[in-house]
T-cell receptor, first 113, second 113 residues
Framework: GQNIDQPTEMTATEGAIVQINCTYQTSGFNGLFWYQQHAGEAPTFLSY????GLEEKGRFSSFLSRSKGYSYLLLKELQMKDSASYLC??????????????FGSGTRLSIRP | GAGVSQSPSNKVTEKGKDVELRCDPI?????LYWYRQRLGQGLEFLIY????????KSGLPSDRFSAERTGESVSTLTIQRTQQEDSAVYLCASRRDGTYEQYFGPGTRLTVT
């Protein structure tokens, strides 16, 4: 099965950089996702990594190391609107095109002025 | 274009009653997912449809939960004999074949009294 761990809460300052870590243990692996969820809203897709390395998309970057079962989401130039929960999710083996994903419990990020 | 829609947005029901939740996916999206999110927690996978068939029902918590999908579009999640622990937000998501991003609806907040 999948065991996904990420910190429950983090706090950071507007304008700064924050890194949210995610570790996973799975018998196989078919990709890792990050989703953003503002309070009371539906999750929205941020990134998908299937190969090792860093993928950058504007202020957000996502890193994956498959050998270590580790990923992080890096948020730069933090803005107040970045206050949200960040959900790490793993696609288990046997599901092509990451057709099924299992979510971690999420990290609630609070940005202070 | 239109996103994923869900109805009702809120449902309050008495313990023991049956409820039916509806999801309208994005047109052309063959994959459809149901998740449950309890207050302050992550997303719990319930069931996944590919077209009208459900290759993975492993997340349904008990035989009180069932789901169907017709015409490769609308899906309904039925909870029979509701219990207080069923209180949660039920999220639906859809995905286009060959892609990996899931698009989420706004959810149905179910409260069992």
């Amino acid at each position: 099965g999948q065991n996904i761990d990420q910190p429950t809460e983090m706090t950071a300052t507007e304008g700064a950089i924050v890194q949210i870590n995610c570790t996973y243990q799975t018998s196989g692996f078919n990709g890792l996702f990050w989703y953003q969820q503002h309070a009371g809203e539906a999750p929205t897709f941020l990134s998908y990594n299937v190969l090792d390395g860093l993928e950058e998309k504007g202020r957000f970057s996502s890193f994956l190391s498959r050998s270590k079962g580790y990923s992080y989401l890096l948020l730069k130039e933090l803005q107040m609107k970045d206050s949200a929960s960040y959900l790490c999710a793993v696609s288990p083996p046997g599901y092509s095109s990451a057709s099924k994903i299992i979510f971690g419990s999420g990290t609630r990020l609070s940005i202070r002025p | 274009g239109a996103g994923v829609s869900q109805s009702p947005s809120n449902k309050v029901t008495e313990k023991g009653k049956d409820v039916e939740l509806r999801c309208d996916p994005i047109s052309g999206h063959t994959a459809l997912y149901w998740y449950r999110q309890r207050l302050g927690q992550g997303l719990e996978f319930l069931i996944y449809f590919q077209g009208n068939s459900a290759p993975d029902k492993s997340g349904l918590p008990s035989d009180r939960f069932s789901a169907e999908r017709t015409g490769e579009s609308v899906s309904t999640l039925t909870i029979q004999r509701t219990q207080q622990e069923d209180s949660a937000v039920y999220l639906c998501a859809s995905r286009r074949d060959g892609t990996y991003e899931q698009y989420f609806g706004p959810g149905t907040r179910l409260t069992v009294t």
